[in-house]
């Protein structure tokens, strides 16, 4: 079930970056025309394409892998070294960030009380454990995306027992999963939008329903290349669909579809025979897939301190203006179109550095030593680039 070396999923790495990207400009409520964009506001549905592009790239890693129940705590330790580490580092950066603001009486440093709604200890520790996706907070807490890293790791560990358990009959375990998922989503009408409320049961779908597709149909894209302007129409048709199912933001049941509409583009990608394809894979694309799980833990504290930043810069600069202000209620960067557009500029540019010091002193440190201590020596250099 392994990939071909030839074939190594690199648009798929572009795309990963990509609606990393998306997911780090949705949280950022910056005033003028990119916030505005309809492709913006419906940037949360990019998690889905995670889950499932996690899916499919499990599968066709592991898969020759997971052999039998001696091979799971292997997999559960790597795939644990993968985001827990990150995930806990910026934890405590949240921590500290409290514990300086609790220090210097809150105000001074940050916009409301320390380890208020959304920052206590009890939520503290179970995002630490990885239990943000289950309903067992009132709301966002501390790390706001990393509901989804809890979500997904718990899919990975039922994905082995399932791979392993299952056998032969695998696939139609595999599909159970999937539709069950999905049906339970249906169900009580809440559909796909939801986050730390039962985001489990999302990942789990997502999740599912990518290593269903590895698994089946998806084989065929190993036999040869196909014409490249038939495949680059192919791409751009996919892509479109995409674009606009992510810029509908479609509520329940319509969109509850996101399995399907990402589970196309990840078929048609995987190929990677068109002109898009080409594009996805060029140097600065694939750093930003390399980043993007990096990227999607630090935006929203680089987001936050930026906040901060812009509230306390006017009390020790004189004469400089307030660039963070509110509407509805909630924080706005900038008065205007161009402030919102620069401020959003310099937010990536802060989160993008944030992200490769991240990747570098954490992330691939600890992900390459766990490799080498538990990967099979002769299979300690994937094939896959695009590996979640």
Known sequence: ????????????????????????????????????????????????????????????????????AADL????????ARIWPLHAAMLLLFLAVELVGAALGGGGLMQRAPFGAGHGLGDWWRSLFLLGAFGLTDGEVWNVPAWSIAAE?????????????????????????????WALMHADGGGIARTFDGGFIRALCGFFAGALLQSVPHRAWRSGRGAPLFATAVEAGALLLVFAFIAAAPASPTNLAAPLVFGLAVHVFARGDGLISRLLKTAPLQRLGLLSSALYLVHTFVQARLGDALVLLPRLVEGTPQLLTKANGKDVFGRTSFEGVMLTGVMLALTMAAAGLAWRLVEEPVRTAARRRWLYPARASSTLTAEP
């Not at 572009?14 to 916030?35: M, N, Q």
């Not at 705590?73 to 644990?80: A, E, G, T």
């Not at 399932?162 to 139609?172: H, L």
Request: with cysteine.
């Open 1 to 68: 079930m392994g990939v071909d070396a030839p074939q190594r999923l690199r648009a798929l790495d572009g795309l990963r970056g990509l609606s990393a990207l998306l997911v780090c400009l949705f949280h950022f409520p910056a005033a003028g025309p990119i916030a505005e964009t309809a492709l913006v506001r419906g940037g949360w549905l990019a998690v889905d394409f995670f889950f499932l592009l996690s899916g499919f790239v499990i599968a066709a890693g592991w898969g020759g892998r997971l052999n039998g």
């Open 73 to 80: 705590p292997r997999f559960f330790i790597l795939r644990l």
């Open 153 to 181: 790791f718990w899919s990975w560990v039922i994905f082995g027992i399932s791979w392993v358990w299952g056998g032969p009959q695998r696939v139609w375990l595999l599909a159970g999963l999937a539709l069950l998922s």
